[in-house]
């Protein structure tokens, strides 16, 4: 489902060298999660990485006045703070199940040996990386000089799933909620309900089947 423009993390899954991917999944640490559960708070697991190998979770940080900055969605075959392995910094980072989750744990110095006996993963990163920059000034922009309804609109087309796209209209995945989308866009619960109620009065979104749809021509 990972689409260059997507809110979808990249999938380092598929850049590690087969052999380390095959002895994590048969030897490493599994916990599984249940929808709503917290994976991970800052203040635990500053040694470990999580791989996700089933279900979905949200990636956000908290501000002063708790309010949630949602920066992602971790599905299958997505590593949570990977890039926290590479830092020195206090990690900051919480992730919750938005389904029942299963993670394989893993040490940092494990995962960050084999970045770096594996040169195209290393090259692989600093392109997410650039990427990440540039997603970022666009977020910001977005947030500086955009209206809340546009905002949104943009949101969707990061979140759309080409995959399940059905008679012109691509489909929000189901377990994100209008909260999650609120978080993503700096706005709040309630306005993101209205306004998508508006667009939908106006056909320009359409609520079928308890998911958002967006059309395909909107991505044009």
Request: aromatic letters at 10%; glycine letters at 4%.
């Amino acid at each position: 489902m990972h689409k260059p423009d997507s809110f979808y993390p990249i999938k380092f899954y598929d850049f590690f060298p087969e052999t380390c991917i095959e002895r994590w999944l048969t030897h490493g640490e599994r916990i599984s999660f249940k929808k709503g559960e917290f994976i991970q708070t800052p203040d635990k697991l500053s040694e470990r990485v999580l791989l996700v190998i089933s279900g979905h979770s949200r990636l956000f940080h908290l501000n002063m006045n708790g309010k949630e900055c949602v920066l992602g969605i971790a599905t299958e075959g997505d590593f949570i703070d990977l890039l926290h392995v590479f830092s020195d910094r206090e990690r900051h980072l919480f992730s919750k199940a938005l389904t029942d989750v299963t993670v394989i744990s893993l040490s940092k110095q494990e995962v960050k040996r084999a970045v770096q006996e594996t040169p195209e993963l290393a090259m692989a990163i600093m392109h997410y990386l650039t990427n990440k920059l540039e997603d970022t000034i666009e977020v910001l922009e977005q947030v500086a000089y955009e209206k809340v309804e546009e905002r949104l609109l943009f949101q969707l087309k990061k979140l759309a799933n080409h995959d399940e796209a059905n008679d012109g209209w691509a489909p929000i995945p189901s377990f994100v909620t209008h909260k999650d989308i609120a978080g993503m866009i700096a706005s709040t619960r309630e306005t993101v309900t209205f306004l998508l109620n508006k667009l939908t009065q106006t056909s320009e979104v359409k609520q079928f089947d308890q998911r958002i749809w967006v059309p395909i021509d909107f991505f044009s």
